[in-house]
């Protein structure tokens, strides 16, 4: 938990950078006018859609701009290959395909943010009510070893890249 709390640290950071980047592209388009409403209702258009973003969408955000997708690949080509895939040993939490029409930061996303719910509200929250809980001392929690290590990873890379 401590490595997703770096991540929570940083998303408002990476959510607000990604929102300065998309007003700056409709700034430096060549035909922002302005003087026109139609232009100036663009940029309103872009702040008003970062408001109100889910967690699990700036945490998709934040993965796919700050971890070189390339570290990804890397990881997920590694020992843990098996533990990441579709019969993987956690259940509840997304399979990793390198391959699939799916950004690997997306996939990461849901998958650290579905096995984050499982730890933190499955026990006492009726919207996680079909998750299982993921508690110390259980069967699948003796095999979260690699998903540690990609949290692991997933901080590193974050605070890097925000520095």
């Given at each position: 938990m401590s490595y997703y709390q770096v991540l929570e640290?940083?998303?408002?950071?990476a959510?607000?950078?990604?929102?300065?980047?998309?007003?700056r592209r409709i700034l430096r388009?060549?035909?922002?006018?302005?003087?026109?409403?139609?232009?100036?209702?663009?940029i309103l258009n872009s702040v008003e859609r970062t408001h109100g973003v889910s967690e699990a969408?700036?945490?998709?955000?934040?993965?796919?701009?700050?971890v070189p997708e390339g570290?990804?690949?890397e990881f997920f080509s590694g020992e843990h290959e098996r533990h990441f895939?579709?019969?993987?040993p956690i259940s509840g939490v997304g399979a990793i395909h390198l391959n699939s029409g799916e950004s690997i930061g997306s996939q990461v996303a849901k998958r650290v943010y579905?096995?984050?719910?499982?730890?933190v509200h499955?026990?006492?929250?009726?919207?996680?009510?079909?998750?299982?809980?993921?508690?110390?001392?259980?069967?699948?929690?003796?095999?979260?070893?690699?998903?540690?290590?990609?949290?692991?990873?997933?901080?590193?890379?974050?605070?890097v890249d925000n520095r």
């Open positions: 640290y940083y998303l408002p950071v959510h607000r950078r990604d929102a300065l980047r998309k007003v388009s060549l035909d922002f006018d302005s003087e026109k409403d139609s232009s100036v209702v663009k969408e700036q945490l998709r955000t934040m993965l796919e701009e700050c570290k990804l690949r895939g579709k019969r993987g579905a096995l984050r719910n499982r730890i499955a026990k006492d929250d009726a919207r996680y009510a079909d998750a299982k809980v993921l508690v110390p001392g259980s069967g699948e929690a003796a095999y979260l070893l690699p998903d540690i290590e990609l949290m692991r990873l997933l901080a590193i890379e974050v605070i």
